[in-house]
């Protein structure tokens, strides 16, 4: 029996770690913090009231995070905590190099002292920067880092402090860079359950002009598994990408959603692009299944057609956020 510490847990990736690893690890005790911003709920949690330790509170807070390791002899910690989202980032890069900086330096500095067996950190394939739309190329875990985006350089230097707290102080560190994720409790500013809301109020489905654009496509449970596999598996000091070779433009997206829907394509509209938004991200994944025989298990357009009908029949826990996001989207 071990104790996790899940940090960022009321979040979408966190949430579905927690659910997935009561599931497959039903002996391991659970300590789930968040910090509960417009993007966590406890909501996303729902029903595991009785199986895990929930604390609402900060990564950047030092003397609470110490005493969650020591009063629950936490022996692994998995950080999901990041504030995510690229078009907040371009208005607010504060709150990004707070949380994802210095609130993850301040958590590697609580582990210090505590007697780990790992100190996972979820990273993102965005600290590489982007490729060119016809590029053959795939960011490679040796690739340099060049990232583009507000969002993405604070996660860069997120995984910068967890490579030095490695090297400096001996903490037995695992990282991950995940291609996009998709799946059940996203909250809807991200594209996916963006366009299906939208679709769903019978609005129009705001496409950045750059439809071209694509990026690399992951089930929310796959990528579980796969950190699964790194915490017990992985080697320390190793960064794994999880990857699914999956691409699909943001165009392939709302065509997905409208025809699950049985929706008309004129709801499709076009909207100025972004500041510094990325052409393209492709992960080469050999690593993590040569060396952990980790594979992929979710098919992209079933898993996608299976998350839209997800928001379809689960609008009692999208509705309520809808008035929660920090940005509106143009067309929105």
Known sequence: ????????????????FTRYWRREHPSDAVVALDLLTYAGDMSNLAGLAEEI????????????????LREHRVEVVVNFAAESHNSLAVLDPGRFFRTNVLGTQSLLD??????????????????YGDLALDSPEA??????????TPYNASKAGADH???????????PVTLSHCA???????????????????????????????????????HVEDHCRAIDAILSQ????????????????????????????????ELKTIVPDRPGHDRRYLLDSGRIRRELGWRPEVPFEPGVRETVRWYRDNRAWWEPLLGRRPVH????
């Open 1 to 16: 029996m071990s104790t996790l510490l899940v940090t960022g847990a009321a979040g979408f990736i966190g949430a579905n």
């Open 53 to 68: 330790v929930f604390v609402r509170g900060d990564i950047g807070d030092r003397e609470l995070v110490a005493r969650l």
């Open 110 to 127: 609580a582990c210090r002292d505590a007697d780990l067996r790992r100190f996972h950190h979820v990273s993102t394939c965005e600290v």
């Open 139 to 148: 960011f490679t875990e040796r690739s340099p880092y060049r990232p583009r």
């Open 161 to 171: 402090a967890v490579r030095a707290y490695h090297e400096t102080y001996g903490l």
């Open 180 to 218: 996009n994720n998709y799946g059940p409790y996203q909250f809807p500013e991200k594209v996916l359950p963006l366009f299906t809301t939208q679709a769903l109020r019978g609005e129009p489905l705001p496409m950045y002009a750059s439809t071209g654009n694509r990026r690399e496509w992951i």
């Open 234 to 265: 992985g080697r320390d000091g190793r960064a794994y990408h999880v990857g699914t070779g999956d691409e699909a433009s943001v165009e392939r997206l709302a065509d997905l959603v409208l025809d699950e829907l049985g929706l008309p394509a």
């Open 329 to 332: 989207e143009p067309g929105t």
